[in-house]
């Protein structure tokens, strides 16, 4: 009753302030709960008041309440915020830092695996609240006058997480590297963004066997039934891990695909678009016969997965792939199929009672998102590309005249 009433609170016109819910919630001892003090820990660390957190803690403990899995979620929480990060960590895994790294690291011992719950391995991933710690370094003092009562204290520094390339920094790397989080202990679908996130996080640290490990493991343990958003965010994850390997020609292509297969096959949900098939084929740039491989793969993906994966982004990248190699025959396919698309959409017959009527305020400028729209600017990337080709097939002839 006492938690729902709180939460009932934040619907108010005029909301209470957290000093007046805290006061609220003491009134009323023998209704507290487990669920009120989860309520209150979780409001004031998002108002940064993490002192009151703290006191919250102490006054659960008072109370003799059991902490559950939210209580230790958002104590970790708070830890996080607060710049004790390694506390943090210890807390979720039951180990000292110095036992799971350092020691292993001394007698040339691999770092433990250590299998925590994703929501406690998500609230790792946070950062400190900047701003809203601050601490002092200490006294600093004139070596040419005698200590008094006139010290001047030099200004508080703001407690931030380590930076990029620093040692603080890098030993939290190995400290997430040691955790593999579990998903199917979850209650609530941990959001795509996050691990995506989290993915990246490890490719940019040269991480990229551990970051193609959380893809797997994550999409592996997804519901059996999940929303078109939920999977076009999950296949982002994918392309994620598909940009990553982009540079190194035939060997990156071969790469990729057996990634995205590999993939594919954790979850019935996941489909690949034009992105998925334009990273693909982005690695054949530097390869010979780029344009025959690009139309072939083209082709299986058009034939598994429908003709909307081949866009006007993927077309022009084939067009310049078959223009390199010297594959005009591919090159005038893709302009004719493009052409043919070009012209249905300008015969396609108008109903005349969809026709709009006319404005009775006259002649008005038409709105941006009209204006600027995308097929105009693909248009005009289509017009250059077909202007580039017909001055190589001019060339071309040219040289057979000669």
């Not at 110095?98 to 007698?107: F, G, T, V």
Request: charged fraction near 25%.
């Amino acid at each position: 009753m006492l938690s729902s009433n709180l939460c009932h609170s934040l619907t108010f016109k005029n909301l209470p302030t957290l000093p007046a819910l805290i006061d609220y919630h003491d009134s009323y001892p023998q209704y507290r709960s487990t669920d009120s003090y989860n309520f209150l820990i979780e409001l004031s660390i998002r108002h940064a008041q993490f002192g009151t957190t703290h006191w919250l803690l102490d006054a659960m403990i008072h109370d003799r309440l059991p902490r559950d899995l939210t209580t230790r979620i958002l104590e970790v929480r708070w830890l996080v915020r607060t710049g004790k990060w390694e506390t943090a960590w210890t807390r979720v895994t039951g180990l000292r830092p110095e036992d799971a790294l350092d020691k292993p690291l001394r007698n040339g011992l691999p770092s433990p695996t250590i299998t925590v719950p994703c929501e406690m391995w998500k609230e790792l991933l946070g950062t400190t609240k900047r701003g809203a710690i601050r601490r002092r370094s200490g006294v600093r003092r004139d070596p040419d006058k005698e200590s008094n009562d006139h010290d001047h204290f030099p200004p508080l520094e703001i407690v931030d997480d380590p930076a990029v390339g620093t040692k603080a920094y890098v030993r939290r790397r190995h400290l997430l590297g040691c955790l593999r989080p579990t998903f199917t202990s979850s209650k609530k679908l941990v959001r795509p963004k996050l691990v995506n996130a989290a993915v990246s996080h490890s490719l940019r640290n040269g991480e990229g066997f551990a970051a193609e490990a959380l893809a797997h493991s994550y999409l592996s343990q997804l519901p059996s039934k999940v929303r078109d958003e939920t999977a076009a965010q999950c296949m982002d994850i994918i392309h994620t891990l598909l940009k990553a390997d982009i540079k190194c020609g035939l060997k990156s292509f071969r790469a990729n695909q057996g990634r995205l297969m590999s993939l594919l096959t954790t979850h019935p949900s996941l489909k690949p678009s034009s992105t998925t098939l334009r990273l693909i084929l982005l690695p054949l740039q530097s390869v010979f016969k780029s344009g025959t491989i690009a139309n072939d793969v083209a082709g299986r993906f058009q034939k598994h997965w429908g003709d909307q994966i081949i866009d006007n982004s993927v077309k022009s990248l084939i067009v310049k792939l078959a223009e390199k190699e010297g594959r005009m025959d591919i090159v005038e396919k893709m302009l004719h199929e493009e052409r043919c698309n070009q012209r249905m959409v300008r015969t396609r017959a108008v109903p005349q009672s969809t026709l709009p009527l006319p404005d009775p305020r006259g002649l008005r400028r038409p709105p941006d998102r009209e204006l600027f729209s995308c097929p105009i600017s693909s248009n005009i990337l289509w017009d250059k590309l077909k202007a580039r080709v017909r001055r190589k097939q001019r060339a071309d002839n040219q040289e057979r005249v000669e």
